[in-house]
């Protein structure tokens, strides 16, 4: 089993920034990442980490605005976001999973490809 712990979230005014934090409770080489998601939407995407290569996987809404991050040491990884927008507003959930295909991807796209679960951190990002 791997639990996952998150903290970072709150709330801040468009153009501010924040930082999320995913502490896993041991070392994993997967992807280890963010979806979000608002009441009566899918779940979606943001940024993932490959722990076995370093590559990272952007969702195009938060390309150049959202770096994500490790802490090898730590088995912890970063959410940093960056020139906020209300649109940006939502309950953010850490999620680990395997990479796929031959070059080891992380998939965006595909929830049910992520079997770990952080309990969920709000992000309200005000007007």
């Known amino acids: 089993q791997l639990q996952l712990v998150e903290s970072g979230g709150g709330s801040v005014q468009a153009g501010g920034s924040l930082r999320l934090s995913c502490a896993a409770s041991r070392a994993n080489v997967n992807c280890m990442g963010w979806f979000r998601q608002v009441p009566g939407k899918e779940r979606e995407g943001v940024a993932f980490?490959?722990?076995?290569?370093?590559?990272?996987y952007y969702a195009d809404s938060v390309k150049g605005r959202f770096t994500i991050s490790e802490d090898n040491a730590k088995n912890t990884v970063y959410l940093q976001m960056n020139s906020l927008t209300p649109e940006d507003t939502a309950m953010y959930y850490c999620?680990?999973?395997?990479?796929?295909?031959?070059?080891?991807?992380?998939?965006?796209?595909?929830?049910?490809?992520?079997?770990?679960w952080g309990q969920g951190t709000q992000v309200t990002v005000s007007s």
């Open positions: 980490f490959y722990t076995g290569n370093g590559n990272t």
């Open positions: 999620a680990v999973g395997p990479p796929r295909g031959s070059w080891y991807r992380c998939p965006l796209d595909d929830v049910g490809n992520y079997n770990y």
